[in-house]
């Protein structure tokens, strides 16, 4: 199995910035899938930026130009660096992983908090 775990929330002030950091306990040229979703209060949960085999990068257009997905190998880590942070951008962030094969796994983190507010 795979275990997620997000951490680098907390309350920003519109227009500042945060990094969030997702461990991963698989090496991630094993995922086929690595990324970044987010749930606000009353709303489903959308994709904000993921990583996909071929090194596909995919964004939500409410972030694009904003927010940026990464990846350190060495240290099993996705990194979501946001910029410029909007109040709407407040949400429950979400490590999400999928790994395909004979059958399709799909694991997630259980959330770090992030809070744009003045």
């Known amino acids: 199995q795979v275990q997620l775990v997000e951490s680098g929330g907390g309350l920003v002030q519109p227009g500042g910035s945060l990094r969030l950091s997702c461990v991963t306990s698989?090496?991630?040229?094993?995922?086929?899938?690595l990324g970044w979703y987010r749930q606000a209060p009353g709303k489903e949960r959308e994709l904000v930026a993921i990583?996909?085999?071929?090194?596909?990068?995919n964004y939500a257009d409410s972030v694009k130009g904003r927010f940026t997905i990464s990846r350190d190998n060495a240290k099993n880590t996705a990194y979501l660096q946001m910029n410029s942070l909007k109040p709407e951008d407040t949400a429950v962030y979400y490590c999400y992983a999928k790994i395909s094969g004979w059958r399709d796994y799909e694991y997630w983190g259980r959330g770090t908090q992030v809070t744009v507010s003045s």
């Open positions: 990583m996909s085999s071929g090194s596909t990068t």
């Open positions: 698989q090496s991630i040229f094993r995922l086929n899938r």
